[in-house]
């Protein structure tokens, strides 16, 4: 809670001169002579890189945790006044502008008497999940806990009448899985001045924001990390109108729990310790910053009763593969319903993964993000030994041939085996990398792991895409890095047998390959494309070269052509990236296959 530094990245652009004054304002405002905005209240700003490796430890060994969205919402279940409100569950009430008196009445509904937390947390261990983050309080301000700072909780306003997160509190300690609190900080949709973020539609939502906080979250969040014991993780929601005074008011509580982890979503300036990609992978994960991906299983968080849109096991437990691969953890949600039980395809499917983990947790827990650039046939995990490195090698494609090669791998192998059986698999090392010789069929179709211990200090030649002998450079889908965010869901898709980055709807979206030259020269760019609409326009942009392609129809989705969209010059033998940029307002989606460069003369 001490703390009186600026926060260190204001000052490494600035000029000397406004350099030296702001020393001077440091020096005067650690003295106390100037009331700085930039004191921090970041309880760990001092710590050393060996005190922050230590306290994110655990959370980096555990890879896979448990997202609970849980409250009054689950009685209209999606539904007000006979309309089916579209969008997620725990929106409902912000969705469906519900008056505040009505959405109230849906507490005396909630009464979840079928609420079993011991197996709930029987079911997250046995999926291989180390935490679990249940919401506290979300944005419609229900208290999932006996507040003392209002009656707009589970023990005042529903007839269940009992605290919530005590018994799951209990349940956690029992079987050793760390327990984190979500708080909705900046929305609240029924406690006077919570609504002043994100809309408003009621009188009785009238009030000033940082009363709210002052008198509804803050005490919250004190009895939320004080009442129910060790509190591994507080994840903030939605910093929306947050600025650094009113996250003032609620940081400095975090020291009631030392240790505690917090995420990137108090605002105020703050940064936390993890960034929180929501329903999207990043495309390479983040560099220097530990980060979780949150994920519905369907469409919502919060329990809908006609969301049927379950995602595949084979779905589920490949981003969970992915995102190890890129150094991430995964938080995986759960929406119960207001009986207080856990929708069974969710149940099916996380004990399917349990399933999986069982046979290969170990290529998981504890592992860090893959050395390789892109995979054709899946992803990889580590760890690095006193003698060498363990690569987990997550098989999802299933080479036809029996031969995996493992690209630009110049190590020596001590052993390689299939992690499921034990299995010892033939490795031979080559120009190219190494190859695995593998049985023939696959041990488990969605991922069969190769372990490959090797010596030494890894020693991998990054392989990018290069030219073939005739010149000609082929970027295909599968080595593409798609950018997506909150709400596009861009994704490789097969047609006929051929990968192609589909589901391209949002001019948000952003694809990339990097690739190599070695023979230098001015290049055709060819794109095997389908087109749906009569034109879409996107930029495509290589090193400090770009142009504008405008593509036509090609008379549907599934009907690929290939096209040349115009002409580059390479000059140098470098690595590149290859970049297409959608143009907003004129965009329609596309699906690719691949993109050539191919040498001309002019
Ligand atoms: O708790 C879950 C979400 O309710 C919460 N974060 C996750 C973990 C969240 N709140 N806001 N947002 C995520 C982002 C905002 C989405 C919005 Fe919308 C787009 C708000 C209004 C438009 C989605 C679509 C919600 C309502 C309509």
Redesign the pocket.
Known sequence: MKGNLPVPEREVNLRSSIKSFLWIVLILSVSGFVKSEEVSTWPYQNETKEQHDARMQWWREAKFGM?I?WGVYSVPAGTYDGQQI???G??IM??GKIPVAVYKAYATQFNPVKYDPDAWVRLAKEAGMKYIVI?SK??DGFALFDSKVTDWDVVDATPYGKDLLRPLAEACRKYGIKLGF?Y?QA?DWNHPGGAAA?GHWDPAQDGSMDEYIKTIAAPQVREILTNYGDIAVLWW??PTDMNRQRADMLQPLITLQPGIITNNRLGGGYGGDTE?P?QHIPATGYKDRDWET?MTMNDT??YKSYDDNWKSTETLLRKLVDIAGKGGNYLL?VGPTSLGKIPQPSIERLQEIGQWMKVNAESIYGTTASPFSKLTWGRCTKKITDDGAILYLHVFDWPADGKLLVPGLQNTVQKAYLLADGQPAKTEAGDSGITVYLPKKALDPIDTVIVLKVNGELNIKKVFPKQAADGILTLPAILSNIHNH??TETKLETKDGILNIGDWTSSRVTVDWMFEINSPGRFEIVADLAVDASESQFEIVVGNQNLTATVHSTGGYDTFEKMVLGKITLKSKAEYTFQIKPVDGKWQPINVRSIQLKPVRD
């Open positions: 997202f969205h579209s969008g997620i725990e929106w912000n969705r919401t979300h944005h979500y909705s929305q994100g929601d939605t929180t929501e949150c968080w919060g949600n909150l709400g």
